[in-house]
C-alpha cells in the first residue's frame, strides 16, 4: 500500500513540473535608420522609395533570425550589419567624414539576459563596427575599446578588414566639402584609394539635414524573452579631435535589460550623454512601472526637449511592448511583431 502515495507524488510533481515550463514568447522588434530634418519637401519619391526599402530589408532580416527562433542578439547584429553596408545610412559604408577626411565608425551593443555589453568608437578598417562590438562583449574582459586598439582587435579576433576608402561614397564626401567651406576650415587631400573625383557634382535626392542625427540601431525580443539593443554610427559630419557621441555609450546611446526595456538612441549625442537617454527610460519603466510610450515621451520630449536637445529612440520591452518617440520632423524607422504586419514610416505625421 506504501507504494501508492509515493506513485501519486510522482505524478504530481511530473505534472507540476510539466506545467512550469515556460510559455514561449512572441518576438518582435523595432529598427531605425536615424532622426533628422527629414520632410516631404525634402525627399523625391526615388529617395522615400530607397529609404522604405532598405529598412523594410533590415526588419525583414531581423524577423527572419526571430522566426526561426534565433537570438535577440542575433537579430540586432543581422539588421545592423545591412544597415551598415547601405550607403544610404549614415553608418559603415554609407558613414559621413570627419574634418580631416576620415570615416571614424561607433558602435554598441547590450544583451538584455545578462547585462554584458561592448561598444567601439573612432573605427577605421573593421568593416562592421556592430560585430566588432559585438566581439569586445563576448571575446574580451572588456566593454569599450577605440581608435587604432579597437581594429587590431577586431583583425585578432578575424573580423573583416577593408581599406579605409572602402567606407568613401561620393555624395558624403561632397556633403563634408560644403560643410567645411561653409565654416571657413581647410579642405583635405581626397582620400587614398577613393575613385577620381566626377567631372560634375553627383547630383543627391536629399538634404544634408536629413542625417543631421545618423545612426542606425535595432532592438529585439526573441522567443526566449530576451531583449538585445545594438547602434552603429558614422559621427556628424565635420567633427573634429575624434568626437565621439552617444553612440558607443552604454546608457546613453544603447541599453538593454531583461528587467526593463531595450533602447537604441539617435540625436545630437552630447544632450543624450548628459540625460543618459536610454537608460533613463529604462529606469523609469523598471522603478515607476511606466508604460513603455509614456516613458519614452517623458525623456525625449519633455525631458531632451528642455535642454535643447533633439533626435530620437526606438524601445521594446520584454513583454512585448513597442514604441519610438522624436521631437525632429522625422525618423527611419520601422517595427514588426510576430504574426503582425510590418509598419514603416519617415515623416511626423506617419503613425
Known amino acids: 500500500m506504501r507504494v501508492w502515495p509515493a506513485l501519486m507524488l510522482t505524478v504530481m510533481v511530473l505534472g507540476r513540473g510539466s506545467a512550469q515550463i515556460p510559455a514561449q514568447h512572441k518576438w ?19 529617395a522615400e522609395a530607397q529609404y522604405r526599402a532598405g529598412i523594410k530589408e533590415a526588419l525583414d532580416a531581423a524577423a527572419a533570425v526571430l522566426d526561426k527562433g534565433g537570438s535577440s542578439l542575433d537579430a540586432v547584429e543581422t539588421a545592423i550589419k545591412l544597415l551598415e553596408d547601405n550607403p544610404l545610412f549614415n553608418a559603415g559604408r554609407g558613414a559621413v567624414f570627419a574634418a580631416d577626411g576620415t570615416n571614424q565608425l561607433d558602435a554598441s551593443i547590450m544583451d538584455g539576459k545578462t547585462m554584458q555589453a561592448g561598444a567601439v568608437a573612432d573605427v577605421q578598417r573593421t568593416r562592421h563596427p556592430i560585430s566588432l562590438a559585438r566581439a569586445v562583449m563576448e571575446q574580451s574582459p572588456h566593454v569599450f575599446l ?5 581594429d587590431a582587435f577586431a583583425a585578432h579576433v578575424h573580423l573583416e578588414q577593408v581599406p579605409p576608402s572602402f567606407f568613401f561614397t561620393e555624395h558624403r564626401w561632397q556633403q563634408l566639402v560644403e560643410d567645411l567651406k561653409k565654416k571657413g576650415e581647410p579642405i583635405p587631400a581626397r582620400p587614398e584609394g577613393a575613385p577620381p573625383a566626377p567631372a560634375k557634382p553627383v547630383a543627391f535626392f536629399e538634404t544634408p539635414e536629413n542625417h543631421k542625427y545618423g545612426t542606425v540601431g535595432v532592438v529585439a525580443l526573441d522567443r526566449n524573452g530576451n531583449v538585445a539593443a545594438g547602434t552603429s554610427t558614422g559621427g556628424t559630419t565635420g567633427k573634429r579631435w575624434n568626437r565621439v557621441g552617444d553612440t558607443p555609450v552604454i546608457g546613453a546611446g544603447t541599453y538593454a535589460s531583461n528587467q526593463s ?88 505625421d506617419e503613425p
Request: neutral net charge; glycine residues 14%; charged residues 15%.
Open 28 to 46: 518582435a522588434l523595432v529598427v531605425h535608420g536615424g532622426a533628422g530634418v527629414i520632410e516631404r519637401s525634402s525627399m523625391t519619391p526615388e
Open 146 to 150: 577605440v581608435g587604432a586598439g579597437a
Open 261 to 348: 526595456c531595450a533602447v537604441s538612441s539617435t540625436g545630437t549625442g552630447e544632450y543624450f550623454i548628459r540625460l543618459t537617454v536610454a537608460r533613463t527610460i529604462c529606469a523609469l519603466v523598471q522603478y515607476k512601472n511606466m508604460p513603455l510610450q509614456a516613458a519614452a515621451d517623458e525623456v525625449v520630449q519633455k525631458q531632451l526637449g528642455e535642454i535643447h536637445g533633439d533626435g530620437g529612440i526606438i524601445a521594446l520591452t520584454p513583454d512585448g511592448q513597442l514604441a519610438w518617440s522624436f521631437n525632429t520632423p522625422g525618423m527611419f524607422r520601422a517595427k514588426l511583431a510576430e504574426g503582425g504586419t510590418a509598419q514603416v514610416g519617415i515623416y511626423r
